[in-house]
């Protein structure tokens, strides 16, 4: 009876959880898109600041492990290729992996290692030190002041990371396809594009687009529930970047799901 | 309305109490930390709050200033019930209430001058060259001009405290809050901080409220005190009123005897959940 208990007060637990992500991205909405009209401050060049940090300064770091990535990918499909003598697939199995799944999938795992602790450790610190008191005792509102901006630089940054993250791993496929599999650089990426429908693009932006939000939302809670003292900051950044990475996952399953059985008909 | 506007187009002419507790109760998770505080503050009195650790002050200070939501009772600000108008309405209220936080709370990534600069960019239409000179000006009344470029990090704790109190000055509040304005500030630099509220009392007859258990400093500030202990009002009256009181919890604060050696646990858990006082000498807002 008590372990059916316990598995009750969890899933409740994790209800609660997903509620409070929800809730937070809803008024961080709301301060985004209804705001403004309402003669509340959209602001711009806060959310242009984080734009940069999130997305423009992730660009070296995520250039060169998508480059990787997509080597690795195509390593690992020559292998089996090989057997078959379908090397020349490659190309195809590099492009559809890393549009359809690893590029968003990697690039909201470096979004989450950069942004989302710092998301959770800047709030946090804010928290613990009265300044998100502050904002409220001078009628400033902390979502729309500190948590809205972060909202609109991720759901604007992290499809554009995907997109330069696919072409990255496209790119890196491209050494192992012209050094190993006889193809010339143009007649590499060529296949490439064949291969690719506008579809496979488009899953994998719609599923970074969710990642984007999953990633802020989390972030910016964990900073906002942070009570306590400077330990307590260390472990809500811990608690969002593991909790993140789980929350990434799922809605990456999905939305995987949700694709396959919507394309099948 | 019209005949008294400040230049942020704000109504001044309101002269009933400008605060006003009625059965204050605040709880934390189920426990109860105020239990039922009354009392009233007049338009540019000075108001200090003292209470021994645990007392419920800073609970109290945080519910005045709407960071906490009462369980019931009432808090009246500017003859608005604070808990029970809309957010923002409640907005409204805060533009003309300043509260410098224990720490300072000074935004980390924002120089002095932009942390000050904060509300009147959030708040008004001031063209910028308006809010640097008002920015100017109420740095240079906590004694901090020059500062506008420096970092909060880059500051001292007196400083730090001193640049916080210019941004709670940002939009000219008709109420002004203190938390432990003198904590971990050396006896000068605290000193300090008293001068400068005895000069924004004289200068600006603003209604001043603090908390604080610095007893020099309390006495040297104060119009009227209040005494806190447990979550009850224990003593409310003048300084004059307050030396010379003769309830026991009130002479054991001023006099600063410590709490009697608790010999066994039994005495202990008395002590703790004993009222919070035994006469009725001075006391007001009675709920138990």
Request: hydrophobic share 50%; with cysteine; glycine share 10%.
């Amino acid at each position: 009876m008590e372990f059916f208990g316990k598995i009750g007060s969890s899933v409740e637990g994790s209800l609660a959880y997903v509620g409070s992500l929800t809730m937070l991205a809803g008024r961080a909405a709301y301060f985004t898109f209804i705001g403004p009209f309402q003669g509340k401050p959209l602001r711009f060049q806060r959310a242009v600041s984080q734009a940069m940090e999130a997305g423009v300064r992730a660009l070296p770091i995520l250039s060169l492990i998508t480059f990787f990535i997509g080597l690795i990918l195509a390593l690992q499909a020559a292998y089996e290729l090989k057997r078959f003598g379908a090397i020349s697939f490659v190309a195809s199995a590099v492009a559809l992996s890393m549009t359809r799944e690893l590029g968003p999938l990697i690039t909201a795992v470096i979004v989450i290692g950069r942004s989302g602790s710092a998301f959770a450790a800047e709030l946090g610190t804010m928290k613990v030190s009265e300044e998100i008191d502050a904002l409220e005792t001078m009628a400033i509102n902390p979502v729309s002041f500190l948590v809205a901006p972060k909202f609109i630089a991720m759901l604007l940054m992290l499809p554009c990371l995907t997109i330069w993250a696919n072409f990255m791993g496209i790119l890196g496929g491209s050494l192992f396809g012209v050094a190993q599999a006889d193809f010339t650089f143009p007649r590499y990426i060529v296949a490439s594009l064949d291969a690719l429908f506008m579809r496979d693009v488009l899953t994998g932006l719609i599923k970074s687009f969710m990642f984007g939000a999953t990633i802020t939302a989390v972030g910016c809670l964990e900073g906002l529930n942070t009570t306590g003292g400077a330990e307590q900051v260390g472990r809500s950044t811990t608690r969002a970047v593991v909790m993140s990475i789980f929350l990434v996952i799922l809605v990456d399953l999905v939305f995987t799901m949700l694709f396959y059985f919507l394309g099948e008909h | 309305m019209a005949a008294a506007a400040d230049i942020f187009g704000a109504d001044t002419s309101f002269d009933g109490p400008m605060i006003s507790l009625r059965n204050l109760r605040v709880s934390y998770s189920g426990r109860e930390i105020l239990h039922g505080i009354n009392f009233d503050v007049q338009r540019g009195e000075t108001l200090v709050i003292l209470g021994g650790s645990g007392s419920g002050k800073s609970t109290l200070l945080r519910t005045l200033v709407g960071l906490e939501k009462p369980t019931s009772g009432e808090v009246w600000i500017r003859g608005k019930n604070f808990s029970a108008i809309s957010e923002s309405d409640r907005d409204e209220i805060r533009k003309r209430l300043g509260m410098s936080f224990q720490g300072g709370a000074l935004f980390g990534s924002m120089t002095v001058g932009e942390n000050v600069a904060l509300p009147l960019r959030e708040h008004t239409k001031l063209e910028d060259s308006t809010v640097e000179i008002m920015v100017r000006l109420k740095l240079d009344q906590v004694g901090l001009s020059g500062f506008e470029d420096f970092l909060p990090s880059q500051l001292s704790g007196g400083m730090k405290k001193r640049a916080a109190v210019a941004r709670a000055l940002a939009m000219d509040p008709e109420i002004l809050f203190f938390d432990e304005p003198s904590a971990g500030l050396d006896p000068i630099i605290a000193a300090g901080i008293d001068q400068l509220i005895l000069e924004l009392k004289k200068a600006f007859h603003m209604t001043i409220i603090v908390v604080t258990h610095e007893l020099a400093s309390a006495f040297l500030i104060a119009d009227r005190m209040v005494l806190i202990n447990k979550g009850d009002v224990v003593a409310l009256g003048t300084t004059e009123e307050m030396k010379n009181s003769k309830h026991p919890r009130v002479r054991q604060f001023l006099d600063r005897i410590p709490e009697p050696a608790v010999a066994q646990e039994l005495d202990y858990l008395q002590m703790l959940t004993e009222p919070a006082t035994k006469s009725g000498e001075g006391r007001q807002g009675k709920s138990r």
